[in-house]
T-cell receptor, first 108, second 109 residues
Framework: KNEVEQSPQNLTAQEGEFITINCSYS?????LHWLQQHPGGGIVSLFM???GKKKHGRLIATINIQEKHSSLHITASHPRDSAVYIC??????????FGEGTQLTVNP | DVKVTQSSRYLVKRTGEKVFLECVQD?????MFWYRQDPGLGLRLIYF???????EKGDIPEGYSVSREKKERFSLILESASTNQTSMYLC????????FGQGTRLTVV
């Protein structure tokens, strides 16, 4: 069983909507990563956070260490945001354990 | 512009062939990783390396080996390819943030 659980697995939104993707993990971590994968395979790191909140453009990531939960929010979503979003927990030794990903489709 | 480069985007190999997947990074990172990605399973760690000539098994090392002779290059080797090794293979390197290659989609027939 994957120790990193993401929800939802699939998400369809209309352009302009506010989007939230959730990630729960089961062990103490040193950091939580959010990644984006576009069709064709390339993966880009969006955030790495160990506490609080980070913002980059229309993307916001939050983490609650006590609850072992993180969220990725996208404000004013756009069709170019369509991708798979993956969270990953970092424990010891730089290893990452990945969630299965959330497929986001934003329709115009 | 930092880069992790994988030698091939697509490969088709025959069962029993020895297959080499090459990964090169230009960021002087010590940590490099090989993953495979399959539908419904996410990314799973095959092997990783903390330094030149150092390697550690990940979660699914069976049927694979690796080589790290130079800091910038981390090679994944399929000793005798099998159809269940058909997958997307992704290389990554990192110090803090992780950087990924574009992936190699390998088909074993």
């Amino acid at each position: 069983k994957n120790e990193v659980e993401q929800s939802p697995q699939n998400l369809t939104a209309q352009e302009g909507e506010f989007i939230t993707i959730n990630c729960s993990y089961s062990v103490g971590i040193s950091a939580l990563h959010w990644l984006q994968q576009h069709p064709g395979g390339g993966i880009v790191s969006l955030f790495m956070l160990s506490s609080g909140k980070k913002k980059h453009g229309r993307l916001i990531a939050t983490i609650n260490i006590q609850e072992k939960h993180s969220s990725l929010h996208i404000t004013a979503s756009h069709p170019r945001d369509s991708a798979v979003y993956i969270c990953a927990e970092e424990t010891s030794g730089s290893r990452l354990t990945f969630g299965e990903g959330t497929q986001l489709t934003v329709n115009p | 512009d930092v880069k992790v480069t994988q030698s091939s985007r697509y490969l088709v190999k025959r069962t029993g062939e020895k297959v080499f997947l090459e990964c090169v990074q230009d960021m002087d990172h010590e940590n490099m990783f090989w993953y495979r990605q399959d539908p419904g399973l996410g990314l799973r760690l095959i092997y990783f390396s903390y330094d030149v000539k150092m390697k550690e098994k990940g979660d699914i090392p069976e049927g694979y080996s690796v080589s790290r002779e130079k800091k910038e290059r981390f090679s994944l080797i399929l000793e005798s390819a099998s159809t269940n090794q058909t997958s997307m293979y992704l290389c990554a390197s990192r110090s803090t943030e992780a950087f990924f290659g574009q992936g190699t989609r390998l088909t074993v027939v």
